[in-house]
């Protein structure tokens, strides 16, 4: 273990319990303060993002990866508007959730509390540096960030001005660090820290969040992707179908909540098949289906065992015919990443039990997969989706970046 | 990977899917006839453990370990009761928690769903065998049980009047499995069975839950120890300060939730220690330190450093006076395990920061610190204290054995 990362993790440690006394105020002081110190620091901020693309460019890192890397004023705007959004969110510290009394008159309630320290392992993307830092203390905690050796410039100094600018408003500037280091013994290192650092997330491909979870010696929460159904049943409204699909597969196919195979109940596929490949076809998706599939669309390609498992994050889909919605829930079952599954129905009953017996993060009726979104579901911004049980499924908010503890108020009650 | 190991996996993942979809009342039925077995079968669960008992003896375990080793009548009428208790509490699985609308009219929810597979890793007391299986089994949830060696017999004995139960009653009997081998390396190959456990609890003593965190593959919901402090203030009742103190202390010192260190505010310590003293001289407690406190309590024994960090679990206290209440949270931030901490006081406002600033699963006022158990705080039944803040953070009961999923009703909502 690195000394230095340790250091890290007693002054993130340190300023947590500072963190988690600061009241509300103080805690949106310092949100407003930071979006207005990147609106002057616009120069500073361009110089150091200058540097990393720079150097993606002599490295020849491709064309996608320098556009993510880039800091263009759109992307700081953004990240301008998400502290300010972040800033107005009710404050969840001090929520007491729920309260009630004991026969002995003990009152007894749970009060939400930060998490404590949050450790954020991420990719090159460097708005998460922003984005990130700022739901961590909305929800009074510390937070330990260590990006991608591409974006360390832009990174580093994204992460000095929230740090002056909690430091301004009488907040620890060591509720948020930046690891100033780019080798990978930094990262185990941060992963080891398991007396300072209460959960680890990782945001990235999932190479990444598979390194992670393999070496934190701390909870991580996690999704490794998302493989999503829509089940067209037998009772469909036609032209609802038709839209939910196309927007589920194509409105965003690189993302984690856009459908990736879709299940057609046999009573309906004649007519709908021929129909939705036509909409697929405009809009470019290539299909590969079961035979029934490839039956009813001429030219449609054959799907493989693997099929059903792939997160495409491509404009490709897997289609399947299923005699009943029994049998789309056992597809489901098998093959879905728990991530987000959709029924298109005027049913009521199957709609009842497809939310029942699916278990995914999201479970929706007559709606959109891309609905599986902090900001789209109402929680005001997200850290991640979660596709684990523990502590949180699906995406997570602020809320899910505290716990709550137990309070009890009494006059003098024993244990008999 | 052991083969068996590998394939009770497999079949808690197929009977867990199966517990998810399980109504109320079928539910509850199995308790009930869980209940009624265990009252008919007592003479091959007294047979069995017989020979847990003499195998105890031969080895000469001492009469602590074969104490907890016996299920005597009282033993058995405890959890048949424990049975039909939680036979009776309501079903989380199902309950939506919030409901909301977003603007384009897509209705958002929070649903409560069974967290999966459970494993229990436990030591000697059998009870826990069927305590905590019923648990897992109210929320719908299928568990795997490894209990120890010593207690073989008898755990399989009982599990195998669960299981059969189970089916009587039409609901999957894999859901509640037993690990019949009594080698470690069984152990640790269901601390590997991450894809089939969603949940790791131990049950036992620092060492065992030590071994389990360290190997678990899957999240491990834990605590070690139990340092819980009492803090008396300048403004406290003193005969409530005297009898909250000797109930914390001496009701059960060997629980996690006794006091270990005892905090007086210097003001009241010339007149509260003394008096103190006496009665725990009468409770036979030994008293140990700070210099103040020495020079208060005649004949009193130092405090060295490891006293503040000690869980005695014995009747001994670490006794230390402090200036003020600042003082006496800081050592609470510094020693405590997070478990539980009271204050007795009059005073409002302290008592009010005193909530606010200790951050342990338990904070009480003017209350026994014998309080933090899931029984006594109104939650029905536990399976454990969570001193880490992740999922659970104090006593787990049946909702802690349960997460949300999100839900989603809309008319053909699509993202734009």
Same mark, same amino acid.
Request: with cysteine.
């Given at each position: ?7 890290? /993790? ?9 963190? /988690? ?32 693309? &720079?150097?993606?460019?002599?490295? &020849? ?11 263009? !004023? ?24 729920? $309260? ?47 990006? /991608? ?64 979870? !393999? +070496? ?35 409105? *965003? ?40 599939? $490839? ?34 829930? *056992? ?20 709609? +009842? ?20 979104? /902090? ?6 911004? !997200? ?12 995406? $997570? ?20």
């Amino acid at each position: 273990m690195r000394q230095e990362i340790l250091e890290m /993790g007693r002054k993130a440690r340190e300023a947590a319990h500072q963190m /988690g006394m600061a009241n509300s105020d103080r805690k949106r002081e310092a949100l407003e303060k930071m979006a207005s110190a990147l609106d002057q620091e616009r120069l500073s901020i361009a110089a150091a993002n200058r540097k990393d693309v &720079e150097a993606a460019e002599r490295k &020849e890192l491709g064309k996608a990866k320098i556009d993510r890397l880039t800091i263009s !004023e759109k992307v700081l705007e953004e990240m301008i508007d998400g502290l300010k959004e972040v800033s107005l969110l009710p404050d969840p510290v001090g929520e007491i959730t729920r $309260m009630w009394t004991r026969p002995n008159g003990l009152q007894v309630g749970r009060m939400r509390i930060p998490l404590g320290v949050i450790g954020i392992v991420y990719e090159s993307r460097p708005n998460v540096t922003v984005d990130a830092a700022a739901l961590c203390i909305k929800a009074g905690n510390a937070v330990l960030l260590r990006g /991608g050796s591409e974006a360390f410039h832009s990174n580093d100094c994204l992460a000095g001005i929230l740090r002056k600018a909690l430091k301004e408003v009488g907040l620890p500037e060591d509720a948020i660090q930046f690891v100033q280091t780019t080798d990978r013994q930094a990262v185990l290192d941060l992963l080891g820290l398991e007396e300072y650092v209460d959960v680890m997330i990782p945001r990235g491909g999932e190479d990444l969040i598979r390194f992670v979870a !393999e +070496h934190a010696r701390m909870p991580v929460l996690k999704h490794y992707k998302g493989v999503c159904h829509v089940y067209v049943d037998s009772d469909a409204d036609m032209q609802m179908a038709l839209n939910i699909c196309l927007n589920a597969k194509a409105q *965003r196919p690189g993302v984690c909540n856009a459908m990736e195979t879709l299940l057609v109940h046999e009573a309906i596929a004649p007519v709908f098949l021929p129909k939705m490949a036509e909409v697929f076809k405009t809009a470019g998706v290539e299909l590969r289906g079961c035979e029934k599939t $490839m039956a009813l669309i001429p030219g449609c390609k054959a799907a493989v065992e693997d099929d059903w498992y792939a997160e495409y994050l491509d404009l490709i889909l897997a289609v399947r015919v299923v005699p009943d919605m029994g049998e789309a829930i *056992r597809h489901i079952t098998k093959y879905s990443s728990q991530h987000t599954e959709a029924i298109v129905t005027a049913n009521f009953e199957r709609a +009842h039990r497809f939310v029942r017996e699916v278990q995914s993060s999201l479970v929706l009726v007559n709606a959109s997969t891309r609905f599986n979104d /902090g900001f789209q579901l109402g929680l005001g911004a !997200e850290i991640g989706i979660s596709t684990s049980r523990l502590h949180a499924f699906g995406p $997570m908010g602020v809320e899910e970046l505290t716990t709550t503890k137990f309070i009890a108020f009494g006059n003098g009650q024993l244990r008999s």
